[in-house]
Every structure is written in structure tokens, then in C-alpha cells.
């Protein structure tokens, strides 16, 4: 059974950073991609970065390109989105996903986390 627990979420002033992570459990994940997405409520759930577990290639959302980083840690199963620069619009819940068609599509992943909430005050 595939586990993903977010954490890493809170309030923060614009202008300032974050990282989320999630730990990943219940298989191996080579061949996997683990996206993490956001949604606002009465919004449809948005992709905004991804990385292949094995390889390491990374994608962003052209909204995030340039302030978040999304990596992985082989070691202790974990992935993280380093966020900086913050903007209130980047308020949401973030949670993090595993998929092997490495896609943007939220249907096509196939576990996911409980999410985790990020605040970004002006």
C-alpha cells in the first residue's frame, strides 16, 4: 500500500520560503513520477512540478519555473518542493503524488497525499 505524507506547509509574508516534503512509503518507486499540485477551493487541481524518480528530470508549471525546485532523496524516500520567493498567489493546498505516466493530469496519478496548506500573506 503506497503511503505519501505531506509536511512543511504553514503561514508565510511574500517574498519568503518554504519547503514541503513528501515522505514516501509502501513500494519501490524507480520508474515512478512524483508530482506535487495545488488547489484553491472552486479550483480545479493544478500541476506544479514533477520529477522522474530514477532519473531525476524535473518539470515546472511556468507560474513556479524559476522560484520552486522540486527533488528527491533516494535515501529516506522523500521528495521535497523547495519554494522561494513566495507570492500570495501561491496560497493553496499542496499535495504530492506518484504516477508512472508522467503526465500533468491529476487523474493520471494513481496515490496521493492528504496535503499539506501554504498561506502567503501580502
Known amino acids: 500500500q503506497v503511503q505519501l505524507v505531506e509536511s512543511g506547509g504553514g503561514l508565510v509574508q511574500a517574498g519568503g520560503s518554504l519547503r514541503l516534503s513528501c515522505a514516501a512509503s509502501?513500494?519501490?518507486?524507480?520508474?515512478?513520477?512524483m508530482g506535487w499540485f495545488r488547489q484553491v477551493p472552486g479550483k480545479e487541481r493544478e500541476f506544479v512540478a514533477g520529477?522522474?524518480?530514477?532519473?531525476?528530470?524535473?518539470y515546472y508549471a511556468n507560474s513556479v519555473k524559476g522560484r520552486f525546485t522540486i527533488s528527491r532523496d533516494n535515501a529516506d524516500n522523500t521528495v521535497y518542493l523547495q519554494m522561494h520567493s513566495l507570492k500570495p498567489e501561491d496560497t493553496a493546498v499542496y499535495y504530492c503524488?506518484?504516477?508512472?505516466?508522467?503526465?500533468?493530469?491529476?487523474?493520471?496519478?494513481?496515490?496521493w497525499g492528504q496535503g499539506t496548506q501554504v498561506t502567503v500573506s501580502s
Open positions: 509502501g513500494r519501490t518507486f524507480s520508474g515512478y513520477f
Open positions: 503524488a506518484a504516477g508512472r505516466s508522467g503526465t500533468r493530469v491529476p487523474n493520471d496519478y494513481d496515490s
Open positions: 520529477i522522474w524518480w530514477s532519473a531525476g528530470v524535473t
